[in-house]
């Protein structure tokens, strides 16, 4: 398959097929070489087409829980209580600009991340 830019979602499939066929190709080879254009193009494309949204202020959380291998125990003391923890975690709490504030310093989770989205009510 010549290598030619993705410009439609037709593209982007076969792009992802050949991406399958070169996948493990052996470093240096001409194969990775093309493996390396094909992955470049398709982030490309995605990113243009498919932007991922902010994550919320749980899935930034969690993401960087998985990352650490933390806890929930290690949120004690950034968020107050193993309940408050749970709270949050569940979505049934959000979080204080305190918590904000230790989540930020001990996690490193940008605090407009924390923060989240504003919703704007909409007047009844």
């Known amino acids: 398959m010549a290598i030619r830019p993705i410009r439609s979602e037709d ?3 076969r792009a ?3 991406v399958a066929e070169l996948w493990g190709a052996a470093e240096g080879s ?3 070489d093309e493996l390396e254009v094909w992955v470049a193009l398709i982030d490309a494309w995605e990113s243009a087409h498919e932007p991922m949204g902010a994550p919320t202020p749980v899935e930034a959380i969690r993401f960087r829980m998985d990352q650490e291998g933390l806890t929930r125990a290690d949120l004690v003391p950034l968020l107050g209580s193993p309940s408050r923890v749970s709270e949050v975690l569940s979505g049934k709490r959000g979080l204080s600009l305190a ?3 230790r989540v930020h310093a001990r996690l490193g989770i940008p605090a407009d991340v924390l923060i989240g989205p504003l919703e704007l009510e909409t007047a009844a």
């Open 11 to 13: 593209d982007h499939q």
């Open 16 to 18: 992802l097929a050949r």
């Open 30 to 32: 001409a194969e990775a």
């Open 99 to 101: 918590m904000i504030r």
